[in-house]
């Protein structure tokens, strides 16, 4: 327990750098695929879409997610304060499979392949923000 508050910090720097992905790189979906016709510009996203998810994404996750299980196995009376934490660790779930989605989207439009449309990325770019909320407000009020 002596390391439990800095196992959290990092766990709290490692979740909004990982959110920072989940915000952005759909939006990175959108420029590229609403302009799939300026090679130019494809090219440029590309790069940007493959380092923000592989290169900050990827460990953001990794990091979260080893941090949140040993603060829980530090800490196993937290499931006993109440259902935020199943709400929290829910969401958390969610993330983590929206965060392989976008890596499948990544890997489409990788290879030209444009399943989607513009529109649908931005209404796919809404999940990100519920998710923080419903996080942050139950990790918080403890509800």
Request: net charge positive; aromatic share 20%.
């Amino acid at each position: 327990m002596e390391y439990y508050l800095y196992i959290k910090a990092l766990h709290v720097v490692a979740f909004v750098a990982w959110m920072s992905v989940l915000f952005y790189l759909p939006r990175l979906f959108v420029y590229h695929t609403e302009n799939k016709d300026n090679q130019e510009f494809v090219k440029i996203i590309k790069i940007q879409e493959n380092r923000l998810y592989y290169f900050i994404g990827t460990p953001a996750i990794l990091i979260t997610i080893f941090t949140g299980l040993i603060m829980i196995l530090l800490n196993i009376g937290l499931f006993k304060t109440g259902g935020w934490l199943h709400l929290k660790l829910l969401f958390a779930f969610l993330l983590i499979i929206y965060h392989i989605d976008c890596g499948r989207h990544l890997n489409n439009l990788k290879q030209d392949i444009y399943k989607k449309s513009g529109k649908f990325y931005r209404f796919y770019n809404e999940f990100p923000t519920i998710a923080l909320f419903v996080i942050a407000f139950s990790a918080i009020l403890k509800f």
